[in-house]
Nanobody, 116 residues
Framework: QVQLVESGGGLVQAGGSLRLSCAAS????????MGWYRQGPGKQRELVAA???????NYADSVKGRFTISRDNAKNTVYLQMNSLKPEDTAVYYC??????????WGQGTQVTVSS
């Protein structure tokens, strides 16, 4: 059984920062890509950022220059540092893990609310 435990969400004022963490545990066959998605009110889930096992990163245009994704392979943990937050960043953020055997895992989601 695989578990993804997310932490770090909350309420912050515009311009503030938050750091999300997601730790994967259980029987995961060689993690490949780790990432963060978000789903705002009335919107579809979208990719925020992703990072490969070789530390190559990809960001949504809307967060480039403000968010930074990183990972600790030894701890099977992925982080998302979010700076200069905007009200439009308000969403439920989901951790996503893809293993080399093509399995896909999702976290339970953590709420991020940015007030203006």
């Amino acid at each position: 059984q695989v578990q993804l435990v997310e932490s770090g969400g909350g309420l912050v004022q515009a311009g503030g920062s938050l750091r999300l963490s997601c730790a994967a545990s259980g029987s995961i066959f060689s993690i490949n890509v780790m990432g963060w998605y978000r789903q705002g009110p009335g919107k579809q889930r979208e990719l925020v950022a992703a990072i490969t096992s070789g530390l190559r990163t990809n960001y949504a245009d809307s967060v480039k220059g403000r968010f930074t994704i990183s990972r600790d392979n030894a701890k099977n943990t992925v982080y998302l540092q979010m700076n200069s937050l905007k009200p439009e960043d308000t969403a439920v953020y989901y951790c996503n893990v893809n293993s080399r055997d093509m399995s896909v895992y999702w976290g339970q989601g953590t709420q991020v609310t940015v007030s203006s």
